[in-house]
């Protein structure tokens, strides 16, 4: 059986006093589920946020980190100073590292293999933008993406990667995939795992979806068989919204 994750992206929001809330008030306010629950609260924050949840179910993880072990890279956190917090798992690839921080998949490549090294857990974020959907190639992008990025991995390293289909088109816009364009690329992305290793890897991987899931939409697309849970910007910045989305898986 696949893990189901909700994971929070919370982004560069929150100041300290703020992290705090939130997370108390989830940590009171968290449903019964069998799903693993994720926040991502900014790296100034990360150590607060472990007390602020101790006792609670919800895993904190980062957002980002470097692929050198250590040495001169100012302004830099690595794979060692997250685990000695402790933080195991780091989202790497999210469209606005790609996009903002020129972040390619020859870089991520190497952030993912120290983050395996170090016995990491890694969300990879993945998707196509929008002129890419529109051309009808974003199939052979989100192909492109994982071959690059992930398939010089061993095959026992997928037992610490869950995947995050994020179309860039459907971040932060309101606008969400269909929950079929979803199924239909999730199962896409199963299919290419699965030529690239064996069925078992593919079918063990936990895919998740991100792009505007609020509420409202959460369980149609949750409901998806290759779905098995999202990655949250927005709404996971509101209890009342997030506590709702963890309910609909
Ligand atoms: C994200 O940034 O990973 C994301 C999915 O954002 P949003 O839910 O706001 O679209």
Redesign the pocket.
Known sequence: MRSKIVAG?W?MNNNLEETEALLTELAAKLPDTDAEVMVAPAFVNLADAIRTLDGSAIQVVAQNMHWADNGAYTGEISADMLQSIPVNTVILG?SERRAYFGETDELLAKKVATAIRKKMRVIFCFGEELQERKAGTHFKVVKKQLTEALFTLEAKAWDQLVLAY?PVW???TGETASPEQAQEMHAFIRDTISGAYQQDVADKVTILY????KPNNAAEIFSKPDVDGG?????SLDAEDFIAIIKAI
Do not use: Q
């Open positions: 992206n982004k999210h994020e459907a971040i932060g991100g792009g505007s899931v990655l949250i910007g927005g709404a």
